[in-house]
């Protein structure tokens, strides 16, 4: 988004995307295509939140749904190891490049550089993501706290966002204490729903939501039919967040994907509508603006420490980091679209896992 918004087509400033990819990490739900609802919104009013949020969202829901069938009528998945091994190292250049960009927009004062610091070895030591948002925001906020009255309106303006996104989290969150075990349409999207309206972080943490709520409590699925989903999830383009379809056509063919999609994005589009119009207000605070700042560098300190794990998994050996930082250096100094990169990366790793290298 950072390379084909902000440096491509110059829709938006670095900072106002720093600023919603912020906004977009202190809601619950998946904070990619949150960033997406916020630009579309940023762009195009109402309309566009509602057509940026669906664009990002369709095409993976179709990929996803595609591979569901698969599974469901053939009983297994295609094979997508060596695919991977191409993929993954040009995923780290481009999370890479856009650290690089987005870092020297965010870390704008010695103090931010120290905050950004902190950040990192916190995240790196396993601090949830949300308390090192906070953390760092807090932080920063308290730096420039001076009681005039000002500041403390763009404070209040700050506790608004948070009671405006509080409202739809927690009336969501009680629509699905009702949920019945046997898998309907409707327990399906409130399970769902209550998923996408409490669910921050990664991937990972949606994992962990998944299995304590499909495996553990109500026993849809097995472990095997979940770790299959998530890895649809992961290796399709679009939101990691799509797992959510596959899972649903698995339990209820095509009507639960869409209404298990549906359920777990809803809340994205909900909690972007309520908090987006005040973003803009919030900046303009003394104290409301110096806790974006922290989040903004916070943020990027997770992006660190994610990309470094990531590396660890992808980076296998000289033919990987070959490609690594290959693509690394045709993002940064040739400027080539990250997308041929992706497929390029793949179109490798097939063609290397057919010879058997």
């Known amino acids: 988004?950072?390379?084909e918004l902000v440096r491509r087509r110059g829709w938006l400033s670095r900072e106002k995307f720093l600023d919603l990819?912020?906004?977009?990490?202190?809601?619950?739900?998946?904070?990619?295509?949150?960033?997406?609802?916020?630009?579309?919104?940023?762009?195009?009013?109402?309309?566009?939140?509602?057509?940026?949020?669906?664009?990002?969202?369709?095409?993976?829901?179709?990929?996803?749904?595609?591979?569901a069938w698969a599974y469901v009528h053939f009983g297994h998945l295609p094979a997508i190891s060596a695919l991977l091994y191409g993929v993954k190292p040009v995923v780290i250049a481009v999370i890479l490049q856009a650290l690089w960009g987005l870092s020297r927009s965010a870390v704008k004062t010695k103090l931010l550089g120290v905050v950004a610091l902190a950040s990192t070895a916190l995240a790196y030591f396993g601090l949830?993501?949300?308390?090192?948002?906070?953390a760092a925001g807090t932080a920063m906020a308290l730096t420039k706290l001076d009681f005039q009255r000002a500041g403390i309106t763009g404070f209040a303006s700050s506790a608004a966002l948070d009671r405006s996104m509080a409202t739809p989290r927690a009336l969501l969150a009680a629509a699905a204490a009702s949920i019945a075990t046997p898998v309907t349409v409707s327990s399906l999207f409130l399970v769902f729903l209550k998923i996408g309206a409490v669910v921050f972080g990664s991937g990972y943490v949606l994992l962990a939501f998944l299995r304590a709520d499909l495996v553990a409590h109500r026993g849809w699925l097995t472990d095997a039919q979940l770790i299959d989903a998530v890895a649809v999830g992961q290796v399709t383009p679009g939101p990691v967040f799509t797992t959510a379809t596959f899972i649903g056509y698995i339990l209820a063919g095509m009507t639960g994907a869409t209404v298990a999609t549906i359920g777990i994005f809803l809340p994205a589009f909900i909690l972007v509508a309520a908090?987006?119009?005040?973003?803009?207000?919030?900046?303009k605070s003394k104290i409301a603006g110096a806790f974006l700042d922290g989040v903004n560098v916070a943020s990027l300190a997770l992006m660190a420490v994610v990309s470094w794990q990531l590396a660890r998994a992808s980076v296998l050996d000289v033919e990987t980091a070959v490609l690594a930082v290959g693509s690394l250096v045709a993002l940064l100094c040739f400027h080539v679209n990250s997308a041929w990169l992706v497929l390029g990366g793949a179109v490798i790793g097939i063609l290397t896992g057919s010879i058997g290298l």
């Open 1 to 3: 988004m950072e390379d």
């Open 21 to 67: 990819l912020g906004a977009s990490n202190l809601i619950p739900g998946p904070s990619s295509s949150e960033l997406a609802i916020h630009i579309g919104y940023q762009r195009a009013g109402f309309a566009g939140l509602l057509v940026a949020g669906t664009c990002f969202i369709l095409p993976a829901f179709g990929m996803v749904s595609a591979f």
């Open 128 to 134: 949830h993501p949300f308390l090192l948002l906070l």
């Open 275 to 283: 908090s987006g119009p005040i973003v803009s207000r919030i900046r």
